[in-house]
C-alpha cells in the first residue's frame, strides 16, 4: 500500500438521495446500518462482505449514485490495498456512472446537496486513482472539480459533514505538496483549514467518521503531533483489527518521526500479515523490506540490513511490479553500496 497524500488511504463509502426514487427521510437508520457495516467490513478488508451488502443497497435504490459509488469505492480499497489496476476499467466505468446519475439527479432537483456530493467525491476519487498511476494534470483538474463541487454540496445544505472528509483531505495534503508555493496567489497554506474540517467530519458526519480519522492520523504523524497520532490510530487497529491500512500509516508515521525501533516492530508486523496473504503481487513485501532495511541502516544495524537487503535482491517480482519498484530497487542497490562501505566490506 503506497504512502500518498495521505492518500492510502480506505474508501469512502457514502450514500445519497435517488433520481426518480427519492425519499424525504433517507437516509433512514437501515440505511446507516448498512453503511456503516459496510465501511467496516472494507477497513477489515473483508471486500466480499461489503460487496454483498452493496447489491443489497443497490436492490432498494435502484438507478441512483450510491450503489454505483460504493462499489467504486470498495474496489479501490482493494486495489491499493493490494497494489494492483486489475479493476482499474471497472472502477473508471463506475465512476462515470456515479457522476451521470447524480448529474441527472441535480437535473431533477437542482437544489439536492447529495446529487453535488456524489460528483464532487467520485472526481476526488478518480483523482486518487489517477495518482497511483503517477499522473498529474488530471489528479490537479479532478481535485479542483471535486472541491468546487463538495462547495456547492454545502451552499445548499450546511449539515452535510460527510464532505468535508473530501475537502479536508484536498486542503491538507494540497497544501503539503506545494510547500514553498504559499505565496502564489492560488496555492496558500490551507493545512490548519485541512485539518478543523476533518476534524469536523470526524465527529459530525454520517457516514464519513472512521475515514476521516483514519486521514487524521497520517495528519498527526506528518505534523509531528505523534501522541495524538498514536491514541487514534490505537483506536482505529482495535476497532478494526484485521484491516492493515492503520498498521501501515503507524508504522509510516514513526519512521518519518525517527522512532526507527518502533517502526522495524510495525513494519515487521506488516511483513507477516503480507506473507499470510496469497492474494498479493509482492510489491508491498518489497515496500516493507525496502523500509525494514531504511530502519536498520539509521539504526547502523548493518549485518541485518545487509541480510535483508539480500532476501529483497532475490524475491520474485513480476516485470509490472518490477518497473513500477524501479526506484526502490535502485535505493536498496545504493544502500548496500553505503552499508558496505560502512561496515569495511568490498
Known amino acids: 500500500m503506497k504512502s500518498s497524500s495521505g492518500l492510502i488511504i480506505s474508501a469512502l463509502i457514502i450514500l445519497s438521495l435517488a433520481g426518480q426514487t427519492l425519499k424525504a427521510d433517507f437516509p433512514d437508520s437501515a440505511d446507516i446500518d448498512l453503511i456503516q457495516t459496510a465501511l467496516a467490513c472494507t477497513f477489515n478488508e473483508d471486500y466480499t462482505q461489503a460487496h454483498n451488502l452493496l447489491e443489497n443497497l443497490a436492490t432498494k435504490y435502484p438507478g441512483h449514485s450510491c450503489g454505483t459509488f460504493f462499489t ?93 472528509f473530501g475537502l479536508g483531505n484536498y486542503y491538507y495534503w494540497g497544501s503539503v505538496k506545494t510547500r514553498g508555493y504559499e505565496w502564489l496567489p492560488f496555492v496558500g497554506d490551507n493545512r490548519q483549514k485541512g485539518i478543523a474540517s476533518l476534524q469536523q467530519a470526524a465527529d459530525s458526519s454520517l457516514f464519513s467518521g472512521d475515514l476521516a480519522r483514519s486521514a487524521l492520523v497520517r495528519v498527526y504523524y506528518n505534523d509531528q503531533h505523534c501522541d495524538s497520532a498514536e491514541i487514534l490510530a490505537e483506536d482505529l487497529i482495535r476497532k478494526f483489527p484485521e484491516g492493515k491500512s492503520f498498521l501501515w500509516a503507524r508504522a509510516e508515521g514513526n519512521f518519518i518521526n525517527k522512532n526507527y525501533n518502533y517502526a522495524l516492530i510495525l513494519y515487521e508486523e506488516l511483513a507477516r500479515r503480507i506473507e499470510a496473504d496469497s492474494s498479493v503481487n509482492n510489491y508491498n513485501a518489497l515496500q516493507i523490506a525496502y523500509q525494514q532495511i531504511l530502519c536498520c541502516y539509521k539504526l547502523e544495524q548493518y549485518e541485518r540490513a545487509l541480510i535483508m537487503i539480500a532476501q529483497a535482491q532475490n524475491m520474485f517480482l513480476k516485470e509490472e511490479v518490477r518497473r513500477r519498484h524501479k526506484n526502490t530497487l535502485k535505493e536498496i542497490r545504493n544502500l548496500k553500496q553505503k552499508i558496505e562501505k560502512r561496515a569495511g566490506k568490498k
Open 72 to 164: 467504486a469505492a470498495v474496489i479501490l480499497a482493494e486495489m491499493s490495498d493490494r497494489e494492483h489496476f486489475e479493476d482499474d476499467k471497472l472502477f473508471d466505468s463506475l465512476i462515470d456512472e456515479t457522476i451521470s446519475r447524480a448529474d441527472k439527479l441535480r437535473d431533477d432537483n437542482p437544489k439536492s446537496a447529495w446529487a453535488y456530493y456524489f460528483m464532487g467525491m467520485a472526481n476526488f476519487y478518480q483523482a486518487l486513482q489517477d495518482t497511483r498511476k503517477g499522473k498529474k494534470w488530471p489528479v490537479l483538474k479532478n481535485g479542483l472539480r471535486g472541491k468546487n463541487l463538495l462547495y456547492k454540496a454545502l451552499a445548499l445544505d450546511a449539515s452535510l459533514a460527510d464532505a468535508y
